[in-house]
């Protein structure tokens, strides 16, 4: 494999039809402007293989993806997160004192201005989203969100809502931060494939504030994050 694999990615999974990986913050999945894609660096990686794209992380978020490796399979996983049939499990941090430490955010999720989306009051294609609250040193806090939908930006539009955007979010924070990366990681991911269950988890691996020690203890005791008691959807 080529030196600079884990500069944007870490394999953690490789079966006869799809890859799990963790992908590094700020790794772009589309090239856009961009030379290269995370899927051009894959392709170069595993000659011959072919991988498809079956959700999406922006490109500041890290953690787990998965990638299909034909058309079949990115169909039935395709099918999978349509029917909300797939867990997927997010840790962040943010500075500041959230509208509410826990509980479920809820509504449509509009196109604002530049490229940017707003949290809407109305309910006509909601997207939902359940979190808990953890406290840490010099007003920050971690959050554990468990999102039902898969709506554009909704974990960090969620967070803005709340009143404390994501730590490094320079879309939906301030402009002007010391943060060394966004500080949203796709932690966890839990469905069942051909009839298996099937799970996957990776507590971040890059930035400082990630890897302090009173937050590894709050991550020691929210996984597995399925296990934690989540009260039903109404």
Known sequence: MPEDRELNYRLLENNDEYLVIDKAPGVNLHRNQHAQSLVDVLHRDFPGEFFHLVHRLDDATSGLMVLAKNPSVAAEFGDLFANREVEKFYFALAKGKPMKKQGMVIGDIKKSRGGSYLLSR??????VTQFFSYVLE????????????GKTHQLR?????LGVPITGDQRYGPSVQEADRMYLHAMALRFTF?????NYMCAPQIGKDFLDGALQTVLLNCTPPWDIKWPELS
Do not use: C, D, F, I
């Open 122 to 127: 109305t309910r006509s294609n909601p997207s």
């Open 138 to 149: 010099n007003g920050r806090r971690a959050y554990l969100l468990k999102p039902h939908t």
């Open 157 to 161: 539009v969620v967070m803005k809502s």
């Open 194 to 198: 051909r009839g298996v269950e099937r």
